[in-house]
């Protein structure tokens, strides 16, 4: 549960979760043993807004940047304009930069200390992104971090590491597979995964 961004965010790191987060646990718990929701279908639920509504916006802003080189220049300019006007706008998305995947760079996303996440582009984040071992890990050693997530850089790549926060979000623009030249921008967003635009992953080149 990613934990309510009101407060000052330079707190250290909580090792139970916030209230709100207990009282939904709390919640769940009593509907269960009453027999009122089945937790499978709360995961099922859950699974489909971080993997397949989410990221859906997320994935129609980068195809739309890789089909219209103008929408592209304004997005890298003013982040936040160009999504808000595309309907992308709202809580823990106020403040949205987007950085862009190049031969020479590729870009990731974290937040050091805690979830702090695009939710209007890409849904609420999913555990990995929340936990310990990642938020610690994406600074000391990306590298090793992509390599476990099958991210394969070029040689000549650097890594950027993007610290999330209350006052900035980040969506990582991957780079555009080849062979797409033809695609509708439409058939170019299925090929945009949520881990591409958190920078663990890169876009998928069209099937073969
Ligand atoms: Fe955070």
Same mark, same amino acid.
């Given at each position: 549960?990613?934990? +309510?961004?009101?407060?000052?965010?330079?707190?250290?790191?909580?090792?139970?979760?916030?209230?709100?987060?207990?009282?939904?646990?709390?919640?769940?718990?009593?509907?269960?043993?009453?027999?009122?929701? +089945?937790? =499978?279908?709360?995961?099922?639920?859950?699974?489909?807004?971080?993997?397949?509504?989410?990221?859906?916006?997320?994935?129609?802003?980068?195809?739309?940047?890789?089909?219209?080189?103008?929408? #592209?220049?304004?997005?890298?300019? +003013?982040?936040?304009?160009?999504?808000?006007?595309?309907?992308?706008?709202?809580?823990?998305?106020?403040?949205?930069?987007?950085?862009?995947? !190049?031969?020479?760079?590729?870009?990731?996303?974290?937040? !050091?200390?805690?979830?702090?996440?695009?939710?209007?582009?890409?849904?609420?984040?999913?555990?990995?992104? #929340?936990?310990? =071992?990642?938020?610690?890990? =994406?600074?000391?050693?990306?590298?090793?971090?992509?390599?476990?997530?099958?991210?394969?850089?070029?040689?000549?790549? #650097?890594?950027?590491?993007?610290?999330? !926060?209350?006052?900035?979000?980040?969506?990582?623009?991957?780079?555009?597979?080849?062979?797409?030249?033809?695609?509708?921008?439409?058939?170019?967003? !299925?090929?945009?995964?949520?881990?591409?635009?958190?920078?663990?992953?890169?876009?998928?080149?069209?099937?073969?």
């Amino acid at each position: 549960m990613p934990h +309510d961004h009101d407060h000052d965010h330079h707190h250290a790191h909580a090792v139970l979760p916030s209230e709100p987060a207990l009282r939904v646990k709390a919640l769940e718990t009593l509907l269960t043993e009453k027999g009122l929701v +089945d937790p =499978a279908a709360l995961d099922a639920i859950i699974d489909t807004y971080q993997n397949k509504i989410g990221p859906k916006n997320g994935a129609e802003v980068v195809a739309r940047a890789w089909a219209d080189p103008a929408f #592209k220049a304004a997005l890298l300019a +003013d982040g936040t304009a160009a999504v808000s006007e595309m309907g992308f706008y709202g809580r823990q998305g106020e403040h949205v930069m987007v950085v862009e995947n !190049t031969p020479e760079v590729h870009n990731m996303v974290v937040c !050091t200390l805690c979830s702090c996440y695009p939710w209007p582009l890409l849904g609420i984040p999913p555990a990995w992104y #929340k936990s310990d =071992a990642y938020r610690a890990r =994406a600074v000391r050693e990306p590298r090793e971090v992509l390599a476990e997530f099958g991210v394969t850089l070029l040689p000549t790549q #650097k890594v950027r590491v993007w610290d999330s !926060t209350a006052e900035m979000r980040y969506l990582v623009l991957p780079m555009r597979p080849e062979g797409t030249e033809g695609l509708s921008a439409e058939d170019l967003a !299925t090929l945009v995964s949520r881990d591409s635009m958190v920078g663990t992953g890169l876009a998928q080149g069209p099937a073969t």
